[in-house]
């Protein structure tokens, strides 16, 4: 069973503000993720808070595992190792690693990933846009103990640069949107009332 883990411990440096709890169509974004993860098919789900864990409401189900990550401070590796951990505690064959503010990701992303895996067979499956993969990314189990040796602000990237032959690419143009700023969420509620 593919997992799904939830990164959400950063503290919003540039925006001010703990981006988990901005609104975008009626929603969080944290709460968007969460929805988002819950209509899959995936198990177990993980969310990792940290900074302003205190400031951010998640509604409790028992499908979704809260993890309070205290060494946030370090960066996100400490969050991947924390939610790796859970993963392999919980039996899980592969894991998405996603982040909170990526607005556009929904199931039918994380559904073609998932085929596209047992289609290519391949350990990696990440998401292209901006010249680039990035995430969400899905990784093999095989993978976690690379996730595990992760350290300070190393994201999954390096990983995904160290293993350029073992991934599969899934184009995701709005996958370039993510919230770091008030003007990043400013523009975002402007796409949105154009839509």
């Given at each position: 069973m593919a997992g799904i883990i939830i990164l959400a411990a950063g503290e919003?440096?540039?925006?001010?503000?703990p981006k988990q709890n901005l609104v975008f169509k009626g929603k969080t974004l944290l709460r968007h993720a969460i929805d988002t993860a819950l209509d899959s098919a995936c198990?177990?789900?993980v969310v990792v808070l940290g900074a302003n864990g205190e400031q951010i409401t998640?509604?409790?189900?028992?499908k979704?595992?809260?993890l309070q990550n205290p060494d946030w401070p370090e960066g996100m590796a400490s969050s991947i190792r924390l939610a790796i951990h859970e993963m392999i505690k919980q039996g899980a064959e592969s894991?998405?690693?996603m982040l909170c503010d990526q607005p556009f990701v929904d199931t039918q992303l994380l559904n073609a990933m998932l085929q596209q895996q047992k289609d290519t067979g391949k350990p990696i499956i990440a998401?292209?846009?901006k010249g680039a993969a990035g995430v969400p990314v899905l990784f093999n189990k095989s993978l976690f103990?690379?996730?595990?040796?992760?350290?300070?602000?190393?994201?999954?990237?390096?990983?995904?640069q160290d293993?350029?032959?073992?991934?599969?690419?899934?184009?995701f143009e709005n996958g370039g949107i993510d919230i770091d700023t008030i003007d990043d969420y400013e523009a975002l509620i402007g796409r949105q009332n154009v839509n």
């Open positions: 919003s440096k540039r925006l001010g503000q198990s177990p789900i998640i509604q409790p189900n028992k979704v595992t809260i894991a998405f690693i998401c292209a846009y103990p690379d996730l595990l040796l992760l350290q300070g602000h190393e994201g999954a990237r390096k990983i995904l293993r350029a032959d073992d991934i599969a690419r899934i184009p």
